[in-house]
């Protein structure tokens, strides 16, 4: 199923991604920073979505709360509980 969250507090503004029976795919953040975001993309691709929200959740950027990698486990954690 394809999902699509709306980020706060990041620089992305949109993260897009698809669960298949609790595996990630095709992550695509809209904004932020391009490189490191498709690289996040790319890492998390074929993972289970409750292991990697687990390892990303709590990350920050800077002195900001949280982070894309953070929004990213928010979103995966929301899609697990749909």
Do not use: W
């Not at 975001?37 to 929200?53: F, M, R, S, W, Y």
């Amino acid at each position: 199923m394809h999902y699509q969250y709306k980020t706060n507090g990041t620089c992305s503004v949109l993260i897009d991604f698809d669960l298949e029976d609790g595996i990630i795919h095709n992550v695509e953040f809209t904004r932020g920073c391009n490189g490191n975001l498709k690289g996040i993309g790319k890492l998390v691709e074929g993972k289970p979505a409750e292991e990697i929200a687990g390892i990303l959740e709590g990350t920050t950027c800077g002195s900001k709360p949280t982070s894309c990698p953070d929004q990213l486990a928010k979103a995966l954690r929301k899609a697990i509980a749909q």
